[in-house]
């Protein structure tokens, strides 16, 4: 089956412009460690409504923050996940260059987001994302190992709203069937923990539920297809998590379609 989902993958991408590359303290290795390794041969491989695949590096622009989201965890970050600097001693952008990234990076990213959700088949949006096997230093769980899988929808571990966070971008009965389906292939799942989704599930959250439908953040365990230290995803390894996420993902497709995933 052709999956009902438009389906975001904005940390695929190492490449970075030259111009760019000349600021950064960051050496090749270190820049290909950004990756969400495994995210484009596994998500990308799904036959999905529509596939949007990020072509640069997320040290350019993070475009799972917001726009207008500074700081050193902002849509330009100033460190890596390992906590090293980014750019070399001043040279990180200033307001004015980092305005020029958005455009250039962040908008037309967002835009293809949004214009493959204009299709009303699109029941939902599933942001894709790959993580660590163990918190790394600058991370909200340094040192801890994770789940197979980690679903967010920006609520609690039982998928409903936090005090003060907003509403949730997909309803926490439909964040459990995504739950179950996962658990049925094996694989062991956590919600929001240690993540509770970032700005594209909630960007695009609230309006896709009240419109019925939902936004999910789906971060797989890197340990599931790779060596811990290695750079590059097992081949046979990928294939399979990939078919364990093919078959979850239609399972929760065909209970929303029959109308029994609310």
Known sequence: MTLPFVISIPHCSARVPEEIQA??????QQIIESVDFGTQEIFGSLPAQATVMAQWSRLMVDLN???????PKGVAALADYHGRSIY????APDQEILAERVTRFHHPYHD????????ANAIGLIDSHSLNGT?????????????DVVLSNN?????????????TSCSPKRLHRFKAAFQRQGLSVSMNAPYQGGYTVKHYGQQLVKEGRFAVQIELNQDLYMHP???TPQAHRTETVAQQVLAA???????ILTGDGS
């Open 23 to 28: 600021t950064l303290a960051l050496n090749d």
């Open 155 to 167: 609520g609690d571990s039982s998928g409903a709203p936090r005090k003060g966070f907003g509403s």
């Open 88 to 91: 070399k001693q001043g040279a």
């Open 249 to 255: 993902l239609e399972e929760v497709a065909a209970v």
């Open 65 to 71: 923050r917001g726009p207008l989201e500074t700081g």
């Open 135 to 147: 918190g790394p230093a600058d991370a909200p769980d340094p040192g801890k190992r994770r789940k």
């Open 229 to 231: 230290g290695n750079l």
């Open 112 to 119: 293809q987001v949004a214009h493959a959700l204009g299709n």
